[in-house]
Every structure is written in structure tokens, then in C-alpha cells.
């Protein structure tokens, strides 16, 4: 008798997507490269028309009868969604996840649960059931968000507590009171016991798939269609510290959406074969009829994200300060830093930025983990200051890796990400928390008095999406953000490690290294095709791809090809027959006249003894028999007399040529015979 033991232990999480440790299958989108960096992975996005930490692009354009489907949303009691949009249309769907809903059977239970986000009137309405009988609507009634320009909209649910923000409340005042937070911000407390979404049908973003007439929509559902675009879905649960983005993942099935906006037209549209895209190493946005704008990608600087950045590496206690010749943005902040860690030890201070009182904004290293910390005091003796932790544990940072930080907060949120993959945010309330931070000065690297010094490189450093330059330079003086001083820092960076360094089979014959930003990878040349293998890896390199440079397709290329191979074929026929061409008459060498009838004028005796050029009697033969044969027979039912006298005089004359008389000539010397014509009987 053999027995087992079993047991079973149950457990409720979200079920959403986390970071893993490498690379997997269908991590990595649009033909993109993975790439394992140990610990982690790296997406390098071979397509210029996508980008996004997986390359999954950023930005959908939806025509007013368009719709694209995403995985539901999890069934978490605490959620945040995000993202921004841009349309001229005063009515539109959004974003949709709900049931479609018909009549339930023994078989089949119809839950009623959905959350819809609808512009109506210019305005934004978000409607939520959670239990499949009450609905809960939020609409913020501020200013109409038809303009053309981008907003973005942020919808909270913690428990029984909806939120919905417009615009991140950015332009909120301490003065303006509780009419002006109307205008960015409302929240509902809901009298729902089921504080969670029970969803499994796809979310639909940007219209709604067409239903027969079996089932059909929620009744608050107005306009099916949405004509515009959307961009930068963020999907947060506060229960854990990871955030997906949604338009990442390519979507499963899609109706008449597209990459990119249609509104903005031609202004990210490049004038050079040299790039598809206005930002060359970069993302593009635009507003309608405006300017083109780039978010440059990790290691890429300027107006078209078109410069390699230069680095810079800090000694113990050394530090950067710089010049506001501007304010900043005091409700809001958007911190960007790529760097090295080093082995600095303790608590080394990466970026520093005060009032020159109590409040301030810190990003350190808490060990091996990226951390910020933020202190806004208000100047109201009743109201008690913010106080502001994030780190992100989940990841630990190497000394040689490169890491991009991004610290981001508005009136309504705080959010620490690294490397676009992990994250950690809070909540915040404006209505009770200060969120004014007049930020006076700015270090890079030590804070003042340099205790907490950081042993590392820096690559770039941006405030409020502005480079800080890093390097001091005289042409940077009179710029909005300038450095005042600089100790201790040196131009380069010893701690990365580059393909230089490496030896020469770091990676396979058939892949060449590339220096990233994150570091050396194996990968294939530019405007190369490259295989992949089941986990998106690089195993081979194919034909080179002229549709990523001149956007040619390859049925063209092929026709291209094929076109030109003809061409030079028959080139190559016309010259061979010209050269093969046989002359009218075949060239005599001396050594080779063995007859007594034909002489070369260079031969001695030839010209000037030639005394008989116009005689041929020498050389006329009759047309005889040969041997064992019968005389040939010509036709003789006509003659003309007239002509066979001419002839005859033709011949008896001495001084004329043998101009047309019929005669075969041969060099036998036969000077008698002659062919004449019958008589007939």
C-alpha cells in the first residue's frame, strides 16, 4: 500500500502581467529583439514607427467606426487607469469593458459588471457596475476637452472609493478652493458590497464591436464610435508594485485602428529617407495643426532625438548646481536621470532639488534600490506636511548596470518607475495634502554639504521633460537652466561596459555587439532583417530591409531586382553577338596562299605587275557534269531573243566587265568554255 499526502493552499492575487527575470515568448513586440540583461530583460525596437519600453507603440487612431481589443481588466479591488487622448468630436466611446449583454440561461450566468469612459458634450463621464445592478456615474464638469489638444484622464477605484481626475489637476491653486478642484477632479463613494470589476469579456478602446440583435450594451452607453486618437494607457494596482501598459501589447483583434494619429497629419512625418518618423531615436506627438514634439529614448538628445548624449562620472562627494533663470512647475514635477549606480555605499544621494526651506524632492539609493523621498510643507500652520516614500524593491540594482528613473507627481499622484517596467505610486488628496513645491535650486550628484555622496555616472538629467545640460559650457549660460558649479566630475564613464571591452566572440558569427543604453547586446546591423527564435531572441541576421529606410515594400524590392537582372542580361547578349559577328570576307594570311590565282597587294608582285585586274577569262567555268552524272537541265519554255542578243554582244565585248552575265567562275585558268542559253525548238 503506497499513500500520498496532498494539500492545497489557495490564494487571491491579480491576475496581471508581471516583469520577468528574461526573456519569453511574446514579450517583446512589432519584430523587436529581446535581449536578457541579467537580472531582467531589454525590448530593442527594430520598427521607428513603434516604440515603448516592449515596442508595442504608444498611440492608436480610431476613425468613429473602429474599435481594438485588449485583455479584460483584472478582477482587483484597487485599481488606477490612465491615459491621454486628443479629438475634435464632442461625443465618443473611449474605453469599454463590459459583458455584452443578453438573456442568462441554466447554462450560462450574464454578469453585468462594466466600466465605460464616454465624452459627452466635450466632457469626460465614467460610468462603473460592480455588482451588476447599480451604476455608478462621475463626470467632472470643467472645460471641454474637444479642442484638438492632448488631456489626459485618470480613474481611480480604491474599494468603494471612484475617482476620476482631468488633466492631472496641474493647474489647481491653494486659493481657488473647492469650485476650481471641480472643474479636474470628482469622487463617488459607492454603496456597492463587490468592490471589484467581474469582467471576462475583451476591453474595447476607441469604439465597440457591432452586436447583433440577441444582445446588446448598457443603455448609458450613447455614441458606439469615437473619432481621435489615444495614447499612454497605463494600468496601476496599488495592492502591488507593477504597472502594465496596455496599447504595449499589440492589440488581439482590431476593426479599421491604426498606429500612430491621423490627426496630427504630416508633422511627424519625416522629409528625409534617413528616418520614417520626425524623431529619429524617439517618439512624436503633436496636438492638431501644432508642431511636432520628441520624447527621446534612453542615450539619444535634441530637438529630433538625433544626438548620442555624453556621460559624465562623479567622484565621491562631487556634485553639480545649477541656475534657474525661470520658475519650474511648482504643483507638478517629471524627473527623468540615467545612471550607473557604482559602488557607492549607504544612501548615496542621486538628484536633489529644495525651496531652500523645508520642502524638498530627493531621489537616493537605499542600497541597491532605487528610492525617492518628498517633503511639501504648506505655508498654513493648520495643514501638515507631505510626506512622500517610494522605492522600488522588487528590482536590485547592479553597480556596472545602466537604469533610467523616473520620478513623476501632480496634485492627485506620486509615481517612481525604473526602466518603464517597475514601478511603485501613492495616492494623493489635494483637498487636504499641500502639493505646491517652489523648487529654488537643483544638485546633481551630492546634496548640499555634500554628505551623502554618489560614485556613479550620470547620461542625462532632465527636469520637467528639459535636458540639464552636464557638462559647463559657455554657450549654456544664458540658458533657462544652467550650471553655476561643478566639482568633481569628469567627461566619460569607466563603469560601463562596452563592446570594445568585450572579447571578440562575445557574441555569435553571424550577430555583431552594438553599444546600447542599457548595455552591449548581440544584434543584427541596421536596416536588417533579423530571426528570432521562440523567446525573441537574436539568432541570425537576414537580407537587409530598404522598406525600414525608404519604405519600399518587398514585393517592390523583388520587382526591382528582377528588373534589373533582365537588363543586364541583355546587355550581356547585345555585346556577346557584336563581338561574334563574322565578316563579309575572310582574311587570307600570307603562309596560307598556296594558289597561284590570288595575291595580296603587300605580296611582292602584287600590284603593280597585276596588269590584267579587269580581265576574269582566267577564271570563267562553264557548268559541266561531274562524273557519273547527268547534265543539269534548265527550262527553256521562254526566251527572248532580243535579250539573248545583247548578251552575246555583251560577251564578245572586249573592253567591257563582267558586270551581270551569268557565268560561275573558278581559278582552273579555263578561258573556252562559256554557259549559253538554248534555243528554243
Excluded at 184 to 192: E, G, L
Aim: proline share 6%; with cysteine.
Amino acid at each position: 500500500m503506497v499513500g500520498v499526502n496532498a494539500s492545497s493552499h489557495d490564494s487571491c492575487e491579480c491576475p496581471i502581467w508581471k516583469a520577468p527575470s528574461q526573456c519569453e515568448a511574446d514579450l517583446c513586440h512589432n519584430d523587436a529583439v529581446c535581449h536578457n540583461m541579467q537580472p531582467g530583460f531589454y525590448c530593442e525596437c527594430r520598427n521607428e514607427l513603434v516604440r515603448g519600453s516592449r515596442c508595442g507603440g504608444t498611440t492608436r487612431s480610431f476613425g468613429g467606426d473602429s474599435f481594438a481589443w485588449y485583455k479584460p481588466l483584472p478582477a482587483c479591488t484597487h485599481l488606477s487607469l490612465s491615459f491621454d487622448f486628443m479629438t475634435q468630436s464632442p461625443d465618443g466611446i473611449l474605453l469599454y469593458n463590459g459583458a455584452f449583454q443578453g438573456s442568462s440561461s441554466q447554462y450560462q450566468i450574464e454578469y453585468g459588471d462594466y466600466i465605460a469612459i464616454q465624452l459627452r458634450s466635450g466632457r469626460i463621464v465614467l460610468d462603473m457596475v460592480m455588482n451588476g445592478e447599480s451604476k455608478n456615474t462621475v463626470e467632472v464638469k470643467g472645460y471641454r476637452l474637444d479642442d484638438g489638444k492632448w488631456h489626459t484622464v485618470a480613474v481611480r477605484q480604491l474599494g468603494r472609493l471612484i475617482e476620476l481626475v482631468i488633466d492631472e489637476c496641474r493647474f489647481l491653486t491653494p486659493t481657488g478652493g473647492k469650485d476650481e478642484e471641480e472643474t479636474c477632479r470628482a469622487m463617488i463613494t459607492t454603496r456597492d458590497d463587490d468592490e471589484r470589476l467581474n469582467v471576462v469579456a475583451p476591453l474595447q478602446l476607441g469604439g465597440l464591436y457591432p452586436l447583433d440583435g440577441t444582445t446588446r450594451y448598457p443603455q448609458s452607453i450613447t455614441s458606439p464610435g469615437y473619432k481621435g486618437c489615444i495614447r499612454n494607457i497605463w494600468l496601476l494596482f496599488s495592492c502591488i508594485l507593477y504597472m502594465i501598459v496596455l496599447i504595449e501589447a499589440s492589440p488581439s483583434y482590431h476593426e479599421r485602428s491604426s498606429s500612430g494619429c491621423r490627426l496630427w497629419g504630416s508633422a511627424c512625418d519625416s522629409n528625409s529617407v534617413d528616418s520614417l518618423s520626425f524623431c529619429i531615436h524617439g517618439d512624436c506627438y503633436a496636438d492638431v495643426g501644432g508642431s511636432p514634439k520628441c520624447i527621446c529614448d534612453p542615450g539619444w538628445s535634441g530637438d529630433r532625438c538625433d544626438s548620442p548624449i555624453d556621460w559624465i562620472q562623479f567622484a565621491a562627494g562631487s556634485s553639480i548646481e545649477y541656475s534657474l533663470n525661470i520658475a519650474v512647475e511648482q504643483n507638478t514635477n517629471d524627473v527623468e536621470l540615467l545612471f550607473v549606480p557604482g559602488r557607492s555605499s549607504g544612501s548615496p544621494e542621486l538628484a536633489w532639488a529644495s525651496n531652500n526651506r523645508e520642502s524638498y524632492l530627493s531621489a537616493f539609493l537605499d542600497g541597491r534600490t532605487a528610492s525617492t523621498k518628498m517633503e511639501i510643507w504648506s505655508q498654513s500652520m493648520n495643514i501638515p506636511a507631505t510626506s512622500i516614500s517610494l522605492n522600488v524593491s522588487t528590482l536590485s540594482l547592479m553597480d556596472n548596470g545602466t537604469y533610467l528613473m523616473k520620478i513623476e507627481r501632480n496634485p492627485t499622484k506620486a509615481k517612481l518607475s525604473i526602466d518603464g517596467m517597475f514601478h511603485s505610486s501613492r495616492p494623493l488628496d489635494p483637498s487636504v495634502s499641500p502639493y505646491i513645491l517652489d523648487i529654488k535650486s537643483i544638485f546633481l550628484g551630492s546634496s548640499p554639504g555634500g554628505q551623502r555622496g554618489f560614485s556613479g555616472c550620470v547620461g542625462s538629467f532632465k527636469w520637467d521633460r528639459k535636458a540639464l545640460p552636464l557638462i559647463d559650457s559657455p554657450m549654456d549660460s544664458s540658458s533657462l537652466i544652467s550650471i553655476s558649479s561643478s566639482n568633481g566630475v569628469s567627461s566619460g564613464c569607466s563603469l560601463r561596459i562596452l563592446c570594445s571591452q568585450l572579447p571578440s566572440n562575445f557574441c555569435p558569427s553571424v550577430l555583431q555587439c552594438l553599444d546600447s543604453w542599457k548595455g552591449p547586446i548581440c544584434t543584427c546591423a541596421p536596416s536588417t532583417n533579423v530571426l528570432l527564435n521562440e523567446n525573441g531572441e537574436a539568432i541570425g541576421c537576414g537580407e537587409r530591409l530598404a522598406v525600414s529606410s525608404l519604405g519600399i515594400s518587398s514585393p517592390a524590392i523583388i520587382l526591382i531586382l528582377v528588373s534589373l537582372v533582365a537588363l543586364i542580361l541583355l546587355l550581356l547578349i547585345v555585346v556577346f553577338t557584336s563581338r561574334r559577328r563574322s565578316t563579309l570576307f575572310d582574311t587570307v594570311r600570307p603562309d596560307e596562299m598556296d594558289r597561284d590565282n590570288a595575291r595580296q597587294y603587300s605580296v611582292e608582285g602584287g600590284g603593280q605587275s597585276d596588269n590584267d585586274q579587269y580581265s576574269i577569262d582566267n577564271l570563267r567555268k562553264p557548268v559541266m557534269p561531274m562524273e557519273g552524272m547527268a547534265p543539269p537541265i534548265y527550262p527553256s519554255d521562254r526566251f527572248d531573243e532580243g535579250l539573248g542578243r545583247q548578251i552575246k554582244d555583251l560577251e564578245n565585248d572586249e573592253n567591257g566587265g563582267p558586270f551581270d552575265e551569268l557565268r560561275i567562275y573558278d581559278d582552273e585558268r579555263d578561258n573556252v568554255s562559256m554557259y549559253r542559253f538554248p534555243r528554243p525548238n
